[in-house]
């Protein structure tokens, strides 16, 4: 009975029935957070709270498992099971060493690449690997935060300090951890420090009471379904699949570069919806809360994974990738491009740091080339800002009464930009994006390419050897 409403759901939305699965499962992360809400009243006990609320969790997973999973689907589900027991035995037997750290990375990620290379198809598919990789950065981080819990706190930073663990953690907080339903499908990343304050009764803006953030979560809620309305009307028409298609060669240059501009923006919203509606369940458990700020006001923002205005306005690449996937950008910030001070250089730790991010995203080519182009585009970007903050000339027409027009040129170069390296990202393999970037003549990286040639020569006529010279002192 209930194979046949999926399906005719997922024909009615114009969408497939391993989507709408997806986003049902999240939908469904609000309901058992009432459970939750209820062992406050009742008063459980911390060491009895993480266990009533894994069974909610297990459930949601039992529930999209067969929309995550190649049949048999329920067979699937151990493969959690075997990464957590493995990650809590790797922390029980080998204690804080940093074999125990390299030992779990290993482990974790080769297991997550075999589930890509046995599952790997050249279409996007909703499988069990799914949210395996988004346990695979849980995992590899408990790890590195127990290991920090040994150090001496003048050794730590102050985001090592408040994730460090100062005693192994049990195997039902590990699973707790794990399978929490704000955070099992898509995210967000979260240490076990916060959910040790959750499971405590520390994340509420009212002590020893449920936290008031019914009114917070539902109105990231209902922008999680503006986005998720914005990509269900949208990607009806601009699909993928029109890209590879002779109409869309035939069709003028300038099209088909408003057609990726205009694509791009649709096709992120699939994520932007799913990540705004996980934080609305995150801030309804109380693990959003985020303490007040300077002027006492509480925050609800420490499982945001989207900043939508900043996403929406900004007109640099920069500012969209600081308000995209922020829990993920900062776990790999905290556990990879920092651990890598060592290399001594930090372009090749941001080099290694996207290389990391592009397979764990998968090992298809169009992650690679996605994650290089993001490389390149932002070092651009970064040498053209710095151009314009010397050169008083552009200082001052950035300031003049031009910004505006300038503005729009440069959020539609920004946008249209964007969406370039998002081709490979969702097209996957190395015959479909190449024909997509030969139709537009391979205009980003042409466009890039001579930036980054003329930056050098604008800057020796734009700004003054004095004022390079005092910068180069700095």
Known sequence: MAAPLMERLSESLGSSEPAVRLILSILLGEPPLSSLSSSWSCGLSTGVAPRGGLAGRASLGSINCPSLCTPPSGSQLCHSAVCVVVQFLLLRLMGRTVTTVLTSFLFQMVYLLCGYYYTATDQYDIKWTMPHCVLTLKLIGLSFDYYDGGKDPSQLNEEQKKAALPTVPSLLEVCGFSYFYGGFLVGPQFTLRSYQGLVSRELTDCP?????????????????????????????????????????????????????????????????????????????????????????????????????????????????????????????????????????????????????????????????????????????????????KDSPLLTKLSCSPLYPLIYVVQQFLHWLFMGYPLVPFCLFTYDKWLKVYSSVYFCGHVFFLVAYLIIPWLRMMLVSRKAGDAKKEK
Not at 234 to 245: A, E, N, Q, V
Not at 293 to 303: F, I, L, P, S, T
Not at 354 to 359: D, G, K, N, R
Request: hydrophobic share 45%; charged share 15%.
């Open 208 to 388: 020893g009471q449920p936290p008031n953030s019914v009114f917070p979560a539902l109105n990231r809620f209902f922008l999680g379904l503006v986005c998720l309305t914005i990509f269900t009307v949208g990607s009806r028409f601009y699909p993928d699949s029109y890209f590879l298609t002779d109409e869309y060669e035939a069709q003028p240059f300038w099209y088909r570069c408003v057609y990726i501009l205009i694509w791009a923006k649709i096709s992120l919203y699939k994520y932007v919806s799913c990540w705004v509606i996980a934080e609305g369940v995150c801030i309804l458990s109380g693990l959003g809360y985020n303490g007040q700020d300077e002027k006492g006001v509480h925050q609800w923002d420490a499982c945001a994974n989207m900043r939508v205005w900043q996403y929406e306005t900004t007109p640099l690449f920069t500012g969209t990738i600081a308000s995209f996937n922020i829990n993920t950008n900062a776990w790999v910030a905290r556990h990879v491009f920092k651990r890598l001070k060592f290399l001594g250089n930090k372009m090749a730790s941001q080099m290694a740091t996207l290389l990391f991010l592009a397979v764990w995203h998968g090992l298809h080519s169009g992650y690679l080339l996605c994650f290089s182009l993001e490389f390149i585009i932002v070092n651009v970007e970064k040498k053209a800002m710095e151009l314009v």
